[in-house]
């Protein structure tokens, strides 16, 4: 579904990612950890198209598509989904609004019509319940005034009404409490499919214990130093990334 | 999407450019007594009207044009400048068939009713083409609520004693160059009279075209709502596009009585001139509305995105006991568009209150100040303001600037200011992208959400318009 090869992208002119190779299948889920500065936010922002940051090599291919030849808005209606770690907040603009003005933007590349509010409602309401929230999510403005935690939960809202092909989430985990850490777990393994793939960032295995990963990739320096099963996060919980280092080096 | 990329975008074209080929009435250019007698034979006005307008004359002779505003424009030559613009025939109109059909496809292009058959529901329209009104619709079934809706020409000749009771009551003849100017010069504009008790029963409208090249337009408007009575007004403005400046200095004067409310709605869309600053109009405008009674409500609203210059300042006279002043703005500068405007709160009576929220949206080149002043007299005791000025700045061109002035002179008053700066920010765009929104569509979501708290106060049919309207003035501002 998803195949990087020497991926090199840089920001302002600073070389974030180095090269990076990576190929996920449908129905997989991946995870990439590291440590800080690595670039594991950087893939992430690549994969979904930030305008800041400029790809220098390599490709990108996305179910046969060259990805980086796509606008972020076509890679998203491709079905390219990226959780934010900062999501933005969009002041005077309703939750519900803006869930449905996605839905029908993706519904209308399709060629299919937008659905009206009380349809959508329907569709909310099932999506709602999996995050443990009730309607008065839909009538805030988008994460204005959100919590760091209600902002996490309402990307994977959005994830969950959008039905991406290709999650990509980018540390989700962080600055969730261990019951809001299980339930966007349960809420995102339920939405894994035969056909669609998830690729997590995440600096810690805990995530990883409610979320199985197919493989997992450490990213170190702008490259992807070891890739393994999930014991691999095991490892590094305990031993840290250090000791992955001098392989980079060597490499 | 950088800043370069946003530069590099070019602007929707003005779509109410158009220019109706019409044969005008024209006086002579310039201005001196020869010219405002002219203009008052030319409307059979009664000697008083003209000795009004003489003293504003005479008065803004001595006057200097104002500097202080935050805008920069050649001086204007007011010799050069013809008074007074009338489609022919000059004869005085007394249906819709006699209006010259070229007149009424104008309005019709814009989207304004001015035949009946085709009314908008429950909104009354006075259509002014250059210094005429062409079309008041609804008089009958204002009438019969008591409702006088009228061009202000026709108001002086058949309620002479209203007129002169209240016209500049509120804005005197010498209040200010501009208004000095308008004073002396005015053409047409709408009269409305809402006696006492009255809900006036439709919406009542004005849309002011320019059409007739090196024209002024100097409107006068005048409403009073009498003891316990409401209205709400809305008014639209369009030109074509022209390559010279064209100015216009309109005056409204707004006067509520005990417990009456008058809200008071404007879609400004002037012509704001080319990318590079060629044309558009220039519209220094006078409006103030005064809460002469207790429990008395004036409400401002409008939505600024066109003219090249905008200087403005709406505001409340607020000197009854209990009386509320209130004032919503959008304001956009794109283009080389530079706008000076905000509100003036005089809070006299007790307990008055006030409410500011001032949205200002700066795009391309455009130059975008807020200056509001709060002044709260001695004998305001338990007076109230609540201000919020908010600035949001698309690209890295343009600008965003807030004076506002505080004037308290009872330490009983309450007084809260809020300000903000943003800029319409790259991550907030991608955000809307990724979800699959189009860059413009991500755009038009984000300003839609910081204009919120004005456009809830506009009439539905009005909130709807000035959406699309802000959409189409930010077009291609992001790309």
């Given at each position: 579904m998803l195949e990087v090869r020497n991926l090199h992208a840089s920001v302002d002119s600073r070389e974030i990612l180095k090269g990076v190779d990576l190929k996920v299948n449908a129905g997989e889920i991946h995870a990439i950890m590291g440590p800080n500065g690595s670039g594991k936010s950087t893939l992430a922002q690549v994969l979904a198209g930030h305008?800041?940051?400029?790809?220098t090599e390599g490709s990108i291919l996305y179910q046969g598509r060259?990805?980086?030849?796509?606008e972020p808005e076509e890679r998203a209606q491709a079905g390219v989904f990226l959780a934010f770690q900062y999501p933005v907040a969009i002041r005077g603009i309703t939750n519900g609004y803006f869930l449905r003005a996605a839905v029908n933007a993706v519904r209308a590349s399709q060629g299919l019509s937008g659905l009206d509010p009380l349809d959508f409602l329907d569709v909310l309401q099932e999506k709602l319940k999996a995050i443990g929230w009730d309607d008065s999510f839909l009538s805030r403005p988008v994460n204005d005034g959100f919590s760091g935690g209600e902002k996490k939960r309402n990307e994977i809202l959005q994830m969950a009404v959008l039905q991406p092909t290709l999650a990509i989430l980018d540390e989700t985990d962080s600055g969730l409490d261990i019951d809001a850490l299980r339930t966007v777990a349960e809420a995102v393994s339920k939405l894994r499919t035969p056909g669609n793939a998830t690729v997590l960032v995440t600096h810690y295995q805990r995530l990883l214990n409610y979320i199985v990963p197919d493989l997992v990739h450490v990213l170190v320096d702008g490259r992807i130093a070891r890739s393994g099963g999930k014991d691999l996060a095991l490892e590094l919980e305990a031993r840290g990334y250090d000791w992955i280092r001098p392989e980079v080096a060597a490499a | 999407m950088t800043s370069t990329s946003i530069e590099a975008q070019v602007l929707q074209p003005y779509k109410y450019g158009f220019v109706t080929d019409i044969e005008s009435d024209l006086a002579p250019a310039g201005l001196n007594e020869g010219t405002i007698r002219l203009i008052s034979e030319k409307k059979g006005e009664p000697q008083w009207m003209l000795e009004w307008r003489l003293k504003a004359f005479r008065q803004w002779a001595k006057m200097t044009e104002p500097r202080w505003a935050n805008v920069k424009y050649e001086p204007i030559d007011y010799q050069a400048i013809h008074y007074y613009a009338a489609p022919k025939p000059k004869k005085a109109l007394s249906g819709l068939d006699e209006v010259d059909p070229k007149v009424l496809e104008t309005f019709e292009k814009l989207g304004i009713p001015v035949s009946e058959q085709k009314r908008l529901a429950g909104v009354a329209v006075d259509a002014v083409f250059d210094s005429v009104s062409v079309a008041t619709t609804f008089k009958e079934t204002l009438s019969e609520a008591g409702v006088i809706f009228l061009p202000v020409s026709e108001a002086i000749r058949e309620h002479p004693d209203l007129v002169r009771r209240w016209l500049g009551s509120v804005v005197p003849h010498n209040d200010n160059f501009f208004a000095a100017l308008n004073s002396a010069v005015f053409t047409d504009g709408s009269f409305a009279y809402i006696p006492k008790g009255v809900r006036c029963p439709l919406e009542l409208s004005t849309y002011f075209r320019i059409n007739a090249q090196s024209t002024g337009q100097f409107e006068r408007t005048l409403i009073i709502a009498e003891e316990g009575a409401s209205v709400n007004y809305l008014e639209g403005c369009s030109a074509p596009m022209r390559d010279e400046n064209q100015l216009h200095a309109a005056v409204v004067e707004l006067v509520a009585l005990d417990n009456a409310t008058i809200r008071y709605s404007t879609i400004q869309n002037w012509?704001?001139?080319?990318?590079?600053?060629?044309g558009g109009i220039y519209n220094f405008v006078t409006k103030r509305g005064k809460c002469l009674g207790r429990n008395s409500k004036i409400s401002w609203t409008q939505v600024e995105t066109g003219s090249a210059i905008t200087w403005k300042y709406p505001g409340c006279?607020?000197?009854?006991?209990?009386s509320v002043g209130e004032f919503y703005s959008v304001a956009v500068t794109s283009r080389r568009q530079q706008a000076d405007t905000g509100t003036k709160m005089i809070h006299i009576g007790k307990n008055t209150k006030s409410t500011i929220v001032s949205k200002g949206i700066s795009a391309a080149r455009g130059q975008n100040t807020y200056r509001g002043l709060v002044k709260i007299m001695k004998g305001a005791d338990g007076a109230r303001n609540y201000s919020q000025c908010d600035s949001m700045l698309i690209g890295d061109q343009c600008g965003a600037h807030t004076f506002p002035y505080i004037d308290v002179r009872n330490s009983t008053a309450i007084m809260e200011h809020e300000a903000s700066t943003s800029k319409i920010g790259e991550d907030q765009i991608f955000y809307l992208r990724q979800r699959g929104l189009k860059a413009e569509d991500a755009v038009s979501m984000i300003v839609a959400g910081f204009c919120k708290e004005v456009f809830r106060e506009l009439p539905m049919e009005f909130a709807v318009e000035a959406q699309n309207l802000l959409s189409i003035s930010l077009e291609g501002s992001v790309g």
């Open positions: 305008p800041a940051y400029t790809v060259d990805l980086l030849d796509m | 012509y704001p001139g080319d990318e590079h600053g060629r006279i607020l000197q009854g006991d209990n």
